[in-house]
Every structure is written in structure tokens, then in C-alpha cells.
């Protein structure tokens, strides 16, 4: 049973650019929350769908957006990169049927230039 | 408002020493509360949660924390070090398992 998987790995952008990074949930999984997590510090909560939904956001400017797919698989795009947007970013999954814990792929780096 | 605080960016202790890291949270409401492990280049592991039950948790790979109200603090021990400890361990709060607040981080590094 695959995890939580996110593609691509690695990815260098340059300024202004836009970038799209995909997440696959864990089976049986319905809801995909995103973080970002700068050089150094702890993760940060971005947004969270379910149903294909945002439920949650965090406080992150509308650069940010994502989208949930019928197959529960997740986008996040950010447009008009930022030299501070260079991060890891990490795609968690989880039931709300269940309520069990968050599963947590491995990320995106994410490089700014 | 949710927050979470970890005292000591770095902690390094000697392989068979206690390993002591802090957490101390600030939530409104009786909150969850975690403990995950990030290894380099890997995703965050679930060492362990409170949810109101037992004060006590035992989480993974020898792990525990203390949940204490009046502290306000949820701090993760273990008794003796090994090698393959070193990481990063965050300290986590929410209302739910799936929206959580991380904390900054604690770097553990374990000497031989």
C-alpha cells in the first residue's frame, strides 16, 4: 500500500514564474492538507481540501491556491514565485472517516532563483 | 489562537543519555498535542499524541511525553539515546488530527 506520494522531488523556479506540485493521499484517504516548510523552521499550515473543497487555509496570500480531484489527488500552484517562497513543500492526508493521524509524503523542494 | 514553543533549537546528548526535548502550547480549547520526527530528506513520523486520554503517551521507538494542564507543557523524553535519534522533532497542537500548528523544531544530535 503506497503512502502519501508527491511529485516532483526537486524543482527550481525562477522569480515570477509559476510552478503546480501534485500529491497522491494514502488509500482509502479523503482529505489533503499542505504545508510549507522553510530552511530551518517548522512546517506551515497552507490549506486543506476535502471534497474537493477548500476547508481550511492558513495565512497565506492568494498566490497560493490548490484543487482536490474526484480520485481525492491534490494540486497546490503558486503564481508569481518569490524568492521566500524556497521551501519544502509537504502534502499530508488523512480520513475523516477514521479521524486517524496525518500521513506525510516526503515533499517538494521547491528553489526560487 | 493555537501555538506551540520548543525551548533549545539544538539539543545534543551522549548515545545512553536521556533525552529530554520541551513543548510548551497555548490553545483555548483542550487541544491534541504531538510529537513527530523528521529524518533529512524524508517526510514527518508520528511519534505520538494525546487526545484527553492517559497523561502519560507512549509513542514509538521509546518515546513518551507527559501532558501537564497546568504547565502547559507536553515535553518528550527517553531514556536512553541512540544513534539513529538524531533528527528534528516537532511539537504540534490542533482541535483535530488533520489541522495541526507545528512548532519550530528541535535539532537532536547524539554523540558516541
Known amino acids: 500500500d503506497a503512502g502519501v506520494t508527491q511529485s516532483p522531488t526537486h524543482l527550481i523556479k525562477t522569480r515570477g514564474q509559476q510552478v503546480t506540485l501534485r500529491c497522491s493521499p494514502k488509500?482509502?484517504?479523503?482529505?489533503v492538507s499542505w504545508y510549507q516548510q522553510a530552511l530551518g523552521q517548522g512546517p506551515q499550515f497552507i490549506f486543506q481540501?476535502?471534497?474537493?473543497?477548500?476547508?481550511q487555509r492558513g495565512n497565506f496570500p492568494d498566490r497560493f491556491s490548490g484543487h482536490q480531484f474526484p480520485n481525492y489527488s491534490s494540486e497546490l500552484n503558486v503564481n508569481a514565485l518569490l524568492l521566500g517562497d524556497s521551501a519544502l513543500y509537504l502534502c499530508?492526508?488523512?480520513?475523516?472517516?477514521?479521524?486517524?493521524?496525518?500521513?506525510f509524503g516526503s515533499g517538494t523542494q521547491l528553489s526560487v532563483l | 489562537a493555537q501555538s506551540v514553543t520548543q525551548l533549545g533549537s539544538h539539543v545534543s546528548v551522549s548515545e545512553g543519555a536521556l533525552v529530554l526535548l520541551r513543548c510548551n502550547y497555548s490553545?483555548?480549547?483542550?487541544?491534541?498535542l504531538f510529537w513527530y520526527v523528521q529524518y533529512p530528506n524524508q517526510g514527518l513520523q508520528l511519534l505520538l499524541k494525546?487526545?484527553?486520554?492517559?497523561?502519560l503517551v507512549k509513542g514509538i521507538n521509546g518515546f513518551e511525553a507527559e501532558f501537564k494542564k497546568s504547565e502547559t507543557s507536553f515535553h518528550l523524553t527517553k531514556p536512553s539515546a541512540h544513534m539513529s535519534d538524531a533528527a528534528e522533532y516537532f511539537c504540534?497542537?490542533?482541535?483535530?488530527?488533520?489541522?495541526?500548528?507545528f512548532g519550530p523544531g528541535t535539532s537532536l544530535s547524539v554523540i558516541p
Open positions: 490553545s483555548s480549547v483542550p487541544p491534541y
Open positions: 499530508a492526508s488523512s480520513s475523516t472517516a477514521t479521524n486517524e493521524k496525518l500521513f
Open positions: 494525546y487526545t484527553s486520554a492517559a497523561t
Open positions: 488509500s482509502g484517504h479523503d482529505t
Open positions: 504540534a497542537v490542533g482541535t483535530s488530527y488533520d489541522k495541526v500548528i
Open positions: 481540501y476535502y471534497e474537493e473543497e477548500e476547508r
